[in-house]
């Protein structure tokens, strides 16, 4: 439910402004094992989705 109020997107970082996109996704996909699955070296920019406040979502 939490997710679904945000819109992720990958922030752009200097440090990586040479990398093709298969390699942008083996590092978004990267991730090492724990208590949860955690991604590695990714920066997250999470937005608010305006669309969600006018959505009924009681019956979810």
Request: positive net charge; aromatic residues 12%.
């Amino acid at each position: 439910m939490m997710i679904s109020r945000y819109m992720i997107e990958i922030k752009e970082d200097s440090q990586f402004a040479s990398e093709t996109f298969k390699q942008r996704k083996a590092r978004v996909l990267a991730a090492k094992p724990g208590l949860t699955i955690t991604p590695v070296r990714v920066l997250l920019v999470f937005k608010r989705r305006s669309w969600f406040w006018r959505l009924d979502l009681s019956n979810i």
